[in-house]
C-alpha cells in the first residue's frame, strides 16, 4: 500500500489534468476510454489503485451527459479496483445552473449529481467556481470549494484600475460582482436581466452609472455569449467607455466566440476550467488564465490532511 496519490483524467479535459500533475511532478494514471458501437462508454483502470489515494479531473462542458456518466463509470472502475478513497476534481461543474425550483415541475439537477456523484464512490469533491453557494450543501462529503478570484483580480489590477466601474450583468452575478468591486475598491452597476428564451436576454441598467467608464463586466461563466453581448451593448449605449468580460468559465457555445468578436467587448478574461477551443487560443481578445496551479495546491494540501 502507498500513500502517493495518483491522478486520472476523464476524455474532456486532458490538456488541463496534464498541467496539474506536471506541476504535481508526477504523470497521469494509466486508463483506456472507449465507445461501443451502441455509444455505451468502456472504461479500463490500467493502473494499480488498490489501498491508493485516487484522484479523477474531469470537466463537464459541452455535452454533460455524456462526460458525467464517462466519470460515473471511471468511478466505479476505480472502487471496483480497491481504491482507498475517491477525489473527484470538477473545474466546472455541470447542471449547477438548475440548482433551486423556480416553477412547479422542474429538477434541481445540481443535486441530482451530487447524490449520482456520491452514489459512483466519490469521497471528497474539489470544485471551482460554483454557480451558487448552497451547491455545497446539497453534498454528504466534504467539498472543497476553489475560487479562480485570487488569479482574476491580478489580471484586473495589471489592466489598471484607474475611472473603473464593476458590472453585474443580471441579479445572480450581484455577489461575485460585488466580490470584485470590494477586493479592487471599485463602484459596482447592476444591470437587469429578463430571459426571453434561451438565446435571447432583455436588459436595462438597475443600479449605478456607467458613464464614462471602463467597464469590467463579471460573470461566473459565458454560454452562448447572449448575457455579455447585451450587457457590453446597454453599457456603450448608457455611454461607457470600454467593456472587459472577466469569467470563471468560458461554455463559449454555438458561436459565442464570433458573437464577442463582433460586440464592443474589447478583452475577455477567462480561466481554462473548461477546454480551450484553437480559435480561442489565437485570438487577441481572449486571455486565458491557468486555475491548473490551484487545483494542483488542493490535491496537495488534501493529500497531506488524509
Ligand atoms: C446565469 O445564471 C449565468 O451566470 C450566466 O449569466 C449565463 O449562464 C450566461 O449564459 P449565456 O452566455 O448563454 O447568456
Redesign the pocket.
Known amino acids: 500500500m502507498t500513500d502517493t496519490p495518483i491522478i486520472f483524467s476523464g476524455s474532456l479535459h486532458p490538456h488541463l489534468a496534464q498541467e496539474v500533475v506536471s506541476l504535481l511532478g508526477t504523470s497521469l494514471g494509466k486508463r483506456e476510454l472507449n465507445l461501443f458501437p451502441d455509444h455505451e462508454i468502456y472504461v479500463e483502470i490500467q493502473e494499480e489503485v488498490l489501498g491508493r489515494h485516487v484522484f479523477i479531473l474531469q470537466s463537464l462542458g459541452s455535452n454533460p451527459n455524456l462526460y458525467y456518466m464517462e466519470l460515473f463509470i471511471i468511478l466505479d472502475a476505480l472502487k471496483r479496483a480497491g481504491a482507498r478513497s475517491l477525489s473527484v476534481l470538477l473545474p466546472y461543474y455541470g447542471y449547477a ?1 438548475q440548482d433551486r425550483i423556480n416553477k412547479p415541475g422542474v429538477s434541481i439537477t445540481a443535486k441530482l449529481v451530487a447524490d449520482l456523484l456520491s452514489a459512483a464512490g466519490t469521497n471528497y469533491l474539489i470544485a471551482m467556481d460554483l ?1 451558487s453557494e448552497q451547491i455545497e450543501g446539497f453534498f454528504n462529503i466534504p467539498v472543497h470549494h476553489l475560487s479562480s478570484k485570487i488569479l482574476l483580480i491580478s489580471q484586473c489590477i495589471e489592466l489598471g484600475l484607474e475611472n473603473v466601474i464593476v458590472v453585474a ?2 441579479k ?2 450581484i455577489k461575485i460582482a460585488s466580490a470584485y468591486a470590494q477586493a479592487l475598491q471599485l463602484p459596482l452597476a447592476l444591470l437587469d436581466k429578463e430571459r426571453i428564451n ?1 438565446f435571447q ?1 432583455e436588459m436595462r441598467l438597475f443600479l449605478g452609472n456607467v458613464k464614462g467608464k471602463t467597464v469590467f463586466l463579471i ?10 453581448v447585451k450587457a457590453a451593448e446597454v453599457c456603450m449605449e448608457l455611454g461607457a467607455k470600454k467593456i472587459i468580460a472577466i469569467l470563471a468559465h468560458g461554455l463559449f ?1 454555438e458561436n ?1 466566440i464570433e458573437k464577442i468578436n463582433q460586440s464592443p467587448i474589447e478583452k475577455v478574461i477567462v480561466t481554462n476550467s473548461l477546454p480551450i477551443h484553437d480559435m480561442l487560443a489565437r485570438h487577441p481578445k481572449f486571455h486565458v488564465v491557468s486555475i491548473a496551479p490551484l487545483l494542483a495546491e488542493a490535491v496537495s494540501k488534501s493529500i497531506h490532511s488524509n
Open positions: 445552473r454557480h450583468p443580471d445572480g452575478a434561451v436576454v460573470d461566473d461563466m459565458c454560454s452562448t455569449g447572449g448575457t455579455l457555445i459565442a
